[in-house]
């Protein structure tokens, strides 16, 4: 079988598979947790790849993902160097502040805190291995409720090990990034990034609506700044800040970035496809991976 056939048979098994994800978790994932959508969308974003390299295509898979990777990493080194020298090491205060909310959080894992005199970023959490949170001067000056609420979402991110995610989703945009479906997948799950690690900020200051508030009010002050989102966009973030807002006030309402197509009805809070949702992406990711396997190999 030629290599066009073959990327053609591909572009058509892939495609199928993002429309049909996709949709499936339109109907039955607005009332799941952020966490197991997440898991969809990381599952359209590597089955694509997957495909290709169970395939007689394999060795041009592998050669355009290593290469990939390798410019990924060499530009995010070149940025993260570039971001320490405008940087310098948190004041002891702060950084003590901000480790005891760390503490009492439960965070355990160890990480840097760095310090922007200029107040021209944003606060962030950089690094892919070591992780770095970013604090300015406009932060540090919040009151207090606010001040927990910023930094709890950016430990949540810590926590999860977020820019490591978001750094991997960049990859995948970048190599899938022409097909409108992936694209809209990568976009898809930076903005679950960000819901769940609001939800993991809100249970630990213990008062959802509190933190939302306090996160549309540092929205508001963020987007009144000249280098608003310039911190933000280093990190790899989504600002879609009013559907979190809105996810985050509404405890019991569906997740306002799905929606079933046509106007159709999808599934309940109570609906048992919520409760099932945690493997079946995992089962349609191997389907189309073992459907595309077979029709490349056949004579």
Excluded: K, N
């Amino acid at each position: 079988m030629g290599a066009l056939v073959t990327l053609g048979i591909w572009l058509f098994v892939v495609t199928l598979f993002l429309a049909d994800t996709e949709i499936t978790l339109r109907f039955v994932g607005r009332y799941a947790d952020p966490a197991v959508r997440l898991r969809w969308e990381a599952v359209l974003l590597v089955v694509p790849v997957a495909t290709l390299l169970v395939s007689p295509l394999w060795l041009w898979a592998a050669a355009a993902l290593t290469l990939t990777t390798l410019v990924a990493l060499a530009l995010h080194g070149v940025a993260y160097r570039s971001l320490r020298r405008r940087l310098t090491t948190a004041p002891a205060d702060a950084a003590e502040r901000i480790r005891s909310l760390a503490e009492s959080f439960g965070l355990r894992r160890p990480f840097a805190i760095l310090y922007d005199p200029v107040d021209q970023l944003e606060p962030a959490t950089v690094g892919l291995i070591r992780p770095a949170l970013v604090i300015t001067p406009s932060a540090l000056a919040l009151p207090e409720p606010d001040f927990r609420a910023v930094m709890a979402h950016e430990l949540a991110h810590i926590a999860r090990r977020d820019p490591l995610r978001l750094w991997a989703c960049g990859i995948s945009r970048a190599l899938l990034g022409w097909h409108p479906l992936a694209r809209r997948a990568a976009r898809l799950f930076a903005l679950e990034v960000e819901m769940a690690a609001d939800r993991q900020a809100a249970a630990w200051t213990g008062d959802r609506r509190a933190y939302a508030l306090a996160l549309g009010r540092w929205g508001l002050r963020r987007h009144g700044g000249a280098g608003a989102m310039r911190g933000v966009a280093f990190a790899g973030v989504s600002a879609h800040i009013v559907q979190r807002l809105t996810y985050l006030v509404d405890v019991h309402g569906p997740a306002p970035h799905l929606e079933p197509p046509l106007g159709l009805a999808g599934a309940g809070p109570r609906s048992r496809w919520t409760g099932s949702l945690r493997w079946a992406h995992l089962a349609m990711g191997l389907a189309y991976t073992l459907l595309f396997a077979v029709m490349a190999r056949l004579p």
